[in-house]
């Protein structure tokens, strides 16, 4: 079974380009912004990521921090499990 190494997905996450064809999707934002880079290095040391609402981002017209965490549990062969706060009650996906 073929999986992004860690590597690429760490420079797809700065915009550069990934060392193996396969990483990542043009059609699938993956860089981060600095609030969003905070929030990926937290959730590569506690192994979970917290998002707030749906991690949908405006901008991108989609959820970078959602992508680049699950390409980053991908290569490393785990769950990827995420924490949607919400206003009123949380949610783990």
């Avoid at 912004?33 to 506690?46: C, G, H, I, V, W």
């Avoid at 405006?58 to 992508?67: E, G």
């Avoid at 991908?74 to 949610?91: E, N, P, T, Y």
Wanted: hydrophobic residues 35%; aromatic residues 8%; proline residues 4%.
């Amino acid at each position: 079974c073929w999986r992004p190494t860690i590597d690429d997905v760490d420079r797809i996450s700065w915009g550069r380009p990934a060392k193996r064809k396969g990483t990542g999707s043009r059609g699938q934002p993956h860089r981060l912004n600095d609030a969003e880079r905070t929030l990926y290095d937290l959730a590569r040391s506690k192994g979970f990521v917290e998002v707030a609402g749906s991690g949908w981002r405006s901008q991108r017209a989609d959820a970078p921090l959602v992508n680049t965490f699950r390409s980053w549990c991908d290569a490393r062969g785990v769950a990827a499990i995420f924490l949607h706060k919400g206003s009123d009650v949380d949610q783990v996906v």
